[in-house]
């Protein structure tokens, strides 16, 4: 065997080599994989070798090049955040110039429609009082403005004017609490006296407890202290409670709701009327009702249109059942008999069914008698008219009477 093996041993290999490649092919054919596997041998060996090399290189000239990388990188987060900044300061001055306008454009407007004559003025500085409301403001006397004129804005009255300067003016907000101003309310006319209390909300005094005042009500100037002209708007009523002899109503001023830096001083005040209702809200459109409900409405009830609603109906019911008993809501004295609304078919059942009367027969008209034959000679074809005497026609016999026998000649 070894004679043999060392004589061919060249043949020997050749065959070993050819019957392992056809072992490998016939393995790569039933696994059904198209890469060789002597490729899959050699990743298989040289990727310890790979990943021992890239963690060396990672942890020496890796640390090295991130690090002066990240110098750069800190150079330049610095210049971006300066950057950034400055784009922020010029967006809030550009929007800061945009509220400006509009509050300028807001002023012009109102200033060309309103009938009184106004100067506009903006805010230059506060008061130093720990406890006062008051800023000044970069209109004087050289603007025509004076002592006790009033400063308002679009939305409602900001204070009066307290000291007038050359070049500038001292104004006294509604909050100070030195502050007070003629109030009339909108929807109730209830006459008051607007107070400042030092912080956001004020007060209207002097009003009886049993004036009626309502939350969310609006406040206008009444113009009995002859320094704010009638019908600039003061405020909405944020709570109302009763007090000892006057109630307390608190007011959100309407005018200082968005900082008071553009205002307008009233050079020559025009009263202006109250306005008479609330604001009406925006209206929402409602289907009318389906026919079996329009058929099962009760007669008085509202038909179905804008507003038809179940409260509608029975408040329509409610009223009928009023005036068919002869009662006026609301004006009933203490002892009065109320309505009866036991009585009310449509809301506690089903109105009884009526029989409807009968109804008589039509009359039969009555025909006119005859009139009798005269006796007299038979008329002949002779006759001076010359037409035919018209035939008489015989009298039915009566369905019941019996029929005569019939009459047989005689031979005589």
Avoid at 360 to 389: C, I, L, N, S
Avoid at 399 to 406: Q, S, W
Wanted: with cysteine; glycine share 8%.
């Amino acid at each position: 065997m070894d004679f043999f093996l060392s004589r061919y041993r060249h043949l020997t290999v050749l065959l070993v080599v050819i019957t392992a490649q056809l072992l490998l092919i016939a393995y790569q054919v039933r696994s059904n994989r198209d890469v060789p596997l002597i490729r899959v041998w050699a990743v298989t060996a040289v990727t310890p070798v790979e990943q021992g090399l890239e963690l060396v290189r990672r942890y020496t000239w890796g640390f090295v090049e991130d690090y002066f990388v990240l110098l750069n990188v800190h150079g330049e987060n610095v210049k971006l955040q300066r950057e950034n900044g400055q784009l922020k300061i010029e967006n809030n001055y550009l929007k800061n110039e945009l509220a400006t306008a509009d509050r300028a454009r807001a002023l012009s407007v109102f200033e060309a429609r309103s009938p009184s004559k106004t100067v506009a003025a903006r805010v230059i500085g506060n008061g130093t009082g720990a406890n006062s409301r008051v800023v000044f403001v970069d209109r004087g006397s050289t603007s025509g403005v004076e002592s006790g004129m009033a400063v308002v804005t679009p939305d409602g009255i900001v204070g009066k004017v307290v000291d007038a300067y050359p070049t500038a003016s001292l104004v006294m907000l509604i909050t100070d609490p030195t502050f007070a101003a003629g109030v009339i309310s909108q929807k109730n006319r209830v006459h008051g006296t607007l107070k400042g209390q030092g912080h956001a909300e004020c007060l209207v005094d002097y009003v009886q407890n049993e004036e009626r005042v309502d939350v969310g009500e609006w406040f206008y100037t009444s113009g009995d202290d002859r320094i704010f002209p009638k019908g600039f708007p003061v405020g909405q009523v944020a709570a109302v409670q009763n007090g000892k002899t006057f109630r307390q109503i608190y007011v959100t001023p309407s005018g200082m709701q968005g900082g008071a830096e553009e205002v307008l001083i009233v050079l020559q005040a025009v009263h202006q009327e109250v306005p008479a209702g609330e604001l009406a809200a925006p209206g929402y459109r409602i289907l009318p009702l389906p026919p079996d409900a329009v058929a099962e409405t009760p007669q008085g009830a509202p038909q179905p249109g804008a507003s038809a609603t179940d409260a509608d109906r029975l408040r329509a019911i409610y009223k009928q059942a009023g005036e068919e008993q002869k009662h006026v809501f609301g004006e009933g004295v203490p002892g009065s008999k109320p309505p009866d609304f036991s009585k009310i078919p449509s809301v506690h059942g089903p109105a009884p069914a009526t029989v409807p009367p009968p109804v008589a027969p039509p009359p039969v008209a009555k025909t006119p008698p005859k009139p009798k034959p005269q006796p007299g000679p038979p008329a002949t074809a002779g006759d001076a008219t010359g037409e035919e005497p018209a035939e008489v026609p015989k009298p039915a016999p009566h369905p019941r009477a019996p029929t005569p026998p019939p009459q047989v000649p005689s031979n005589q």
